[in-house]
């Protein structure tokens, strides 16, 4: 099933195509790559051009933004009574992936309507928005974890510019696999996981990701924190070639082996407002109870 983040107000793709994306940020047009946007546009337009930054990839890898008006150090846009800290940043990224959203409106409405203390455990949280979600929408606690102490930084500010100050977010630095593992020594258990994992990456000491490597581990030891009455467990993948059946296949035999539940997955797209196309932005899986 695809699903779109398609309640935006603060945030708009423009037209994408010829491998590019044209973005509002709020005020702000951004110019970014995208390889699912392989379909022809006319990027010689002068809307293409009138931007406040273009990111130019590198054909050694990278890239580097190109800034054609002056715009803030970084900005806010807010979804739903959620505000979050927009920056630019070296990897063409800018600290937020719209497309999210679409999962973060499952889980505001699975724990508002839960009728219970709800316990969340949010692995490789980046800048927290399902953090921000969760904890907004109810949640008793949340518990963030990233091997990033950088991101980490920038999810506390993204809580306390959503008023989430007040609220028990735990914040966690450490490589997920590892903090799992301790988790489950400790013989603490959370009642719904959110978890968005990397293709690959490094954790804080150096301990190397590898998505198709890992995740069956990370999933088995995951189910072993869930608790006896869990609500959901929500997993994001950007992998290149992964398919949502995969990802489905996964959770039944792992999680409903263990707990039963149903399973759902799909597609996560974004509308573009040119010609009333879609934009794929990777693929969820759902356990639910």
């Known amino acids: 099933m695809l699903i779109l983040a398609d309640d935006w107000k603060d945030y708009e793709i423009i037209d994408a ?6 973005e509002r940020w709020k005020n702000i047009v951004l110019r970014r790559p995208d390889p699912q946007a392989i379909w022809p546009a006319d990027t010689d337009n002068i809307k293409w051009k009138d931007v406040h930054g273009h990111y130019h990839r590198s054909s050694k890898g990278g890239g580097t933004w190109e800034f054609k ?31 999210q959203a679409a999962n973060w409106s499952w889980m505001m409405d699975k724990i508002s309507k839960a009728n219970r203390p709800i316990k969340v455990l949010n692995l490789f ?22 091997a990033s102490k950088g991101m980490v930084a920038w999810a506390k500010e993204n809580a306390e510019l959503s008023g989430l100050s007040n609220n028990k977010i735990r914040y966690i630095v450490d490589d997920c696999f590892k903090f799992v593992q301790r988790e489950i020594r400790r013989g603490n258990k959370y009642d719904a996981v959110i978890m968005d994992p990397p ?15 890992e995740l069956t581990k990370l999933l088995k030891l995951t189910s072993e924190v869930l608790s006896d009455e869990p609500l959901f467990l929500l997993l994001n993948s950007y992998t290149t070639g992964l398919s949502p059946t995969a990802i489905e296949n996964m959770l039944k035999l792992i999680i409903v082996k263990d707990k039963q539940g149903s399973v759902s997955s799909g597609e996560i797209g974004l509308p573009v407002t040119k010609e009333n196309l879609i934009l794929p932005c990777g693929i969820y899986g759902r356990w639910e109870k």
Do not use: M, Q
């Open 199 to 213: 293709s690959y990456g490094r954790g804080p000491n150096g301990e190397i990701w590898k998505f198709e490597e």
């Open 17 to 22: 195509g010829n491998g590019e994306k044209l």
């Open 125 to 146: 949280a980046y800048t927290g928005g399902a953090t921000c979600a969760a904890s907004y929408a109810g949640a008793e606690e949340v518990c963030h974890v990233d």
């Open 69 to 99: 008006k002056k715009i803030p150090e970084r900005w806010t846009i807010s979804y739903k009574g959620l505000s979050f800290y927009i920056k630019p940043t070296g990897f063409k990224h800018t600290g937020l992936f719209p497309e």
